[in-house]
């Protein structure tokens, strides 16, 4: 081999030189990312019914459904988890399945049990599902100096995150902090009773006069019109307005026991940044997306959805692109398996070895330890030689610790 290199020594170089290339582009196309991608195909059925006690959502909703996806072609394995008003199921298949047919049979069953749920229950949410997914990449925090928290909430909710869902690999399920509105009635109670009234009857009142009808068009000779019943205030002070009892003396309306006003719900979170309550959305990645792919793509998006969202404000406060971007030193240092620490004072060094057998390992933290130990002992004789010398004393009444005089004499 040695004779033919030398005989051939631009073929020699031709070769290393394609080695190198390839190497370079290898490296260039490598790609990044914190975790791997999950490649066992999982599907995740979320069902809420409000209000329903754990124990009712586990015997109702979450066993049935574990029966009804369990006959999946392909399954492996469930896990479920019943909260209040909450049942969250988890089908996990066999890496031969293809992901589409696993989501395809699972929305199926799931929607095929819904007919023997409890009456009311909120259709079943069928997503795919990736373990190595369920940390948020970045938090997006919106803020505004106009808007209230209940304003923001709304243009977090229904314009931001439709916004951000349309990049690529990205997931923005819901919007923390901010007041949820709501249109409440505040029935006193005294003025209800004193009329034979409850609230109950408030409800049934605004429910039967506010309503949306589907009239339909009315054709008149040759002319066809679009008919609007108009059966909806357009105001919300208007529903006080409504009448509550007519036929019996003197009618009375929702204002004579109530007032209508356009409110929000009881507030469960507070979110802040920099001490101003504010509200943030959380992002995730789709099964297979890249983490910073995700984050850069973001980053990228949020001019642009400024320049169609006016009044607020958008920052990302925290990404975990750092983590894992190419260039940075902190992650050169957590993947080296060599890390070197010294301070600059020689007082302390360790060496952290690469332990892949548990003796070996014992071992490298044994010699670390002693060396810290001697070296350390070693300087403080020193300076302790010095201090002596400077107060006029003689080195042999110096007077330094047995054991450490031993093991400086071993080191030296």
């Known amino acids: 081999m040695v004779k033919t290199a030398l005989k051939n020594p631009y073929a020699v170089i031709v070769f290393a030189l394609a080695i190198f290339v390839i190497g370079v582009t290898a490296i260039s196309k490598l790609p990044t990312d914190i975790l791997p ?22 015997k109702d909703i979450t066993s049935r459904l574990e029966r009804w996806t369990g006959q999946s072609n392909g399954i492996a394995r469930q896990e479920a988890k019943s909260m209040i008003g909450v049942s969250v199921v988890k089908d996990f298949f066999r890496e031969d399945v293809d992901p589409n047919t696993a989501m395809s049979q699972v929305t199926s069953l799931a ?19 990736d373990p190595t997914a369920s940390i948020p990449l970045c938090l997006i925090s919106v803020s505004s100096p106009t808007f209230d928290e209940t304003k923001l909430y709304d243009v977090a909710y229904f314009d931001l995150r439709n916004r951000l869902q349309s990049i690529t690999g990205v997931i923005a399920p819901a919007v ?17 009773q004193a009329r034979g009234l409850s609230s109950l009857d408030v409800i049934n009142s605004i429910r039967d006069s506010n ?3 589907p009239t339909g068009n009315a054709k008149f000779g040759v002319l066809d019109y679009q008919i609007n019943a108009n059966g909806m205030v357009p105001t919300v002070p208007e529903l006080n307005d409504l009448p509550l009892r007519v036929g019996y003396g003197p009618p009375t309306y929702i204002r004579d026991v109530a007032k209508v006003e356009d409110s929000h719900q009881i507030q469960t979170n507070i979110v802040r940044v920099q001490g101003k309550r504010q509200v943030y959305i959380p992002i995730y990645r789709q099964p297979g997306a890249n983490t ?3 984050v850069e793509g973001i980053k990228a998006q949020l001019k642009p959805i400024l320049e169609r969202i006016k009044g607020i404000n958008l920052d990302v406060v925290m990404d975990s692109i750092g983590l894992c971007a190419p260039g940075d030193p902190q992650s050169r240092e957590r993947s080296d398996p060599w890390i070197f620490a010294r301070r600059c004072d020689g007082l302390h060094f360790s060496a952290q070895l690469p332990a892949h057998i548990d003796r070996a390992g014992r071992f490298a933290t044994r010699v670390s330890r002693r060396v810290h130990w001697i070296v350390f002992h070693k300087r403080n004789a020193q300076r302790h030689d010095a201090w002596r010398h400077r107060r006029g004393h003689r080195y042999a009444d110096r007077r330094i610790d047995c054991r ?5 004499a071993a080191f030296a």
């Open 211 to 213: 309503v949306m009808i």
């Open 176 to 192: 923390y902090g901010g007041r949820l509105r709501r249109i409440l009635a505040y029935v006193d109670p005294f003025k209800a």
């Open 404 to 408: 450490a005089r031993k093991h400086c």
């Open 292 to 294: 910073i792919a995700v």
């Open 37 to 58: 991608t999950f490649k066992t195909p999982a599907v995740q059925v979320v069902t809420f019914y409000p209000g329903t006690p754990a124990e009712v959502m586990e």
């Open 111 to 129: 929607m095929s049990d819904l007919y023997y749920l409890p009456p009311g229950t909120i259709p079943p949410m069928v997503m795919p599902f």
